[in-house]
């Protein structure tokens, strides 16, 4: 007996997938999130090679380095000043953060509304070499702004977090 063909099921799947993912994204931009330095670390190491693979990708398509640039400009903007309303502080002994819910949420959903209308185009039905040629300069830029966002974010807390650390007395037993 055969095992059923997963084939017809796998857009589905990993549209799910990826909406898992991106809901556990979102939901850390709503409400006290708790302080964890080696995730926020490993985020922004993590996102210091994308910020690598997208500078390759400038280089590899030159049409598309304006928006690029423009969305990496917007993004770091957007990271300082969404860092100026974020509440860093210290909760019950342990540090923790409220990050301001609305830039990194409409960044991450205008990006994902973005890739929902190029997939709905037919832009990412034609493989990869053809996926390459039709690079949108406003896709990309929208990526750029996302991850320079949150590499400034991730940057940002880490400095605010310690310095708090090093101004907050220790607890007296």
Known sequence: MAAPALSPLMPYLT????????????????????WQPK??????????????????????????VPGMVAGAVVGLALGGLALRHTKV????????????????GVLGVLLVARLAWRWSEGAFSSGMAHTTQQAS????????????YSLSQGLGLILRVR???????PPSP
């Open 15 to 34: 549209a799910a997938a990826m909406g898992l993912l991106y809901y556990r994204r979102m939901r850390r931009y709503f409400g006290r999130q708790p």
């Open 137 to 148: 300069p406003l896709t990309l830029a929208i990526a750029a702004a996302l991850v320079m």
């Open 163 to 169: 310095a708090l650390q090093r101004a907050t007395p």
């Open 89 to 104: 502080e210290i909760h019950d002994g342990a540090a923790s953060y409220v990050p301001n819910p609305w830039i990194g």
């Open 39 to 64: 995730r926020t670390i490993a985020r922004v190491v993590l996102l210091s090679v994308v910020t690598l693979l997208l500078v390759y990708l400038a280089v590899v398509l030159p049409h598309v």
